[in-house]
């Protein structure tokens, strides 16, 4: 009994991600990422090269491959059909809710209460009722972020003079955050991660004590990164690879930004689906 009402909101989080799922359907064209990377993880599992994405015949370095790699792996694991990127996604969401689980019970560790309903007040939000359907590497951006954040909110609170916090994992929490979040959508990862950091210790000096034990993590998962693929990649693929990797999908998109005509026009009826999130992530609640 315990075991169901402390994570019963995993079990309805998979439920509800598998009915909204199917009610949208993966394969409604809808999309043009969703099939795009649906077609690209079906060139590494027919073909068995993982090592580079590729899309009609040609090297595909707009994102990196770790998305790819799990729509591969759980087709190879469950089999080809909408059934194994559903779990996957749904794994996501539910590792998305385990980790703002972790980070509250970090700031307030004796609200019980609050600890085990926060998963359940996700599940009320407009991310939770999009992203079920919402194949795109931002899913995987925001659970590598995430973990980060919670190892460096942990190393924060355990160096602070308020509050003593003993946790041997934070540093495990922001490596792999780091790994998994350069993995999936690139250095746009720090952003989130780095840059709120270093303004935290603008103004807080005593965090300044873990500033070496953060540094070191985020590069410990940066180096990983690189090793594991960008550099024998770049290796591999040439220069024109190394030119597109380094230069065109970082320096140059930060540079310049082009934006759709669609985009480009007023879009409020497009903000319109993020209003609830703004103000009240639970008020579609299913269970309230």
């Known amino acids: 009994m315990i075991f169901l009402r402390q994570w019963g909101w995993a079990w309805l989080l998979i439920a509800f991600s598998f009915t909204a799922f199917y009610a949208s359907g993966i394969d409604n064209g809808v999309s043009h990422d969703r099939l795009k990377y649906l077609s690209i993880g079906w060139g590494m599992y027919h073909s068995g090269n993982y090592f580079i994405p590729m899309v009609n015949g040609e090297m595909y370095t707009d994102k990196p491959p770790l998305i790819f790699w799990l729509i591969a792996t759980f087709w190879h694991l469950f089999g080809v059909g909408i059934f194994s990127v559903t779990l996957m996604i ?11 689980r972790a980070m509250y019970a970090t700031l307030f560790p004796n609200d019980l209460l609050g600890k085990n309903m926060i998963a359940v007040l996700l599940l009320g939000s407009c991310i939770i009722w999009k992203d079920p359907w919402f194949l795109r590497v931002d899913m995987l951006l925001v659970l590598g972020v995430s973990l980060c954040n919670l190892g460096i909110l942990q190393s924060m609170l355990s160096s602070s003079s308020i509050k003593a916090l003993k946790n041997e994992y934070s540093f495990f929490y922001m490596a792999l955050g780091t790994f998994i979040g350069l ?5 746009i990862f720090y952003i989130f991660t780095l840059l709120p950091f270093c303004l935290t210790l603008m103004f807080n000096k005593e965090n300044r004590f873990c500033a070496v034990k953060v540094l070191r ?12 693929w960008v550099i024998p990649a770049i290796i591999f693929m040439g220069s024109e690879f ?3 990797v380094l230069y ?14 669609i985009q480009k026009k007023p879009y409020l009826i497009y ?3 993020y209003m609830p999130m703004l103000f009240f992530p639970w008020i579609i609640n299913l269970v309230f």
């Not at 993590?217 to 594991?228: H, R």
């Open 183 to 187: 993995f999936s959508k690139g250095p």
């Open 217 to 228: 993590a985020i590069f410990l998962g940066t180096f990983v990164m690189l090793i594991s």
């Open 271 to 273: 903000l319109y689906q």
């Open 248 to 261: 065109q999908q970082i320096t140059h998109r930060a540079l310049h930004v082009d934006a759709s005509p």
């Open 90 to 100: 749904s794994l996501v969401l539910v590792g998305w809710g385990m980790i703002i």
């Open 242 to 244: 190394a030119h597109q």
